[in-house]
């Protein structure tokens, strides 16, 4: 089993729609967590942290839910610049192990 | 804002020769990292750095990679005897402590011919 697993994707998506991104991971001593942003040829970008507690910046809200194993991200009002491929991240002692990411494609 | 600036963007090696790609970490940052992300396919870990020597690495970081401080600024990947298969993007990444997140350089696009 991956230790960080994504829903595969592409999502193909409206403009202004609201878009769920979820992932798990499977070792529970992971001691912090981000979603990146990656568009394409480029490098990983922080989008956010991602906290218990949930925390939000603007359109976008992140999730964690530390039994299940389990961290969501929301974005809503979807723009076209939105596009791109979202990574969830985890980090583990020294390590920080990514996903494969989910590709998202806003269609005009 | 500070940033991982990464050299050279695009490097271009026949097969069997060896390669440097460098990069300069943010300055206060302590945790050291190099990824390769072979196009269309994830972003894998190779090594991380810490403290003047490697923390972790994965399986793909053999004998053929090796990784140096030579300075107090500069963090470069030296892979030895490239193949075709190493052609990917090599991305640098730093980060000021072990649990905040990592900021990545732009890459240096490595193309084995």
């Known amino acids: 089993r991956k230790e960080v697993e994504q829903d595969p994707g592409p999502f193909n998506v409206p403009e202004g729609a609201t878009v769920a991104f979820n992932c798990t991971y499977s070792?529970?001593?992971?001691?912090?967590f981000f979603w990146y942003r990656q568009d394409c040829r480029k490098e990983p970008k922080l989008l956010m942290s991602?906290?218990?507690s949930g925390n939000e910046d603007g359109r976008f809200t992140a999730q964690l839910n530390r039994a299940s194993q389990y961290i969501s991200l929301l974005i809503r009002d979807s723009k076209l610049s939105d596009s791109a491929t979202y990574l969830c991240v985890v980090n583990r002692d020294d390590k920080i192990i990514f996903g494969k990411g989910t590709r998202l494609h806003i269609l005009p | 804002e500070p940033e991982v600036t990464q050299t050279p963007s695009h490097q271009v090696t026949q097969m069997g020769q060896e390669v440097i790609l460098r990069c300069v970490p943010i300055?206060?940052?302590?945790?050291f990292y190099w990824y390769r992300q072979i196009l269309g396919q994830k972003v894998e870990f190779l090594v991380s750095?810490?403290?003047?020597?490697?923390?972790?690495k994965s399986e793909i970081f053999d004998d053929q990679f090796s990784v140096e401080r030579p300075d107090g600024s500069n963090f470069t990947l030296k892979i030895r005897s490239t193949k075709l298969e190493d052609s990917a993007m090599y991305f640098c990444?730093?980060?000021?402590?072990?649990?905040?997140?990592?900021?990545f350089g732009q890459g240096t696009r490595l193309t084995v011919v």
């Open positions: 991602v906290y218990s």
């Open positions: 300055s206060n940052h302590l945790y």
């Open positions: 070792n529970s001593a992971s001691q912090s």
């Open positions: 990444a730093s980060r000021k402590d072990s649990q905040g997140s990592a900021f």
């Open positions: 750095f810490y403290n003047n020597e490697i923390s972790e």
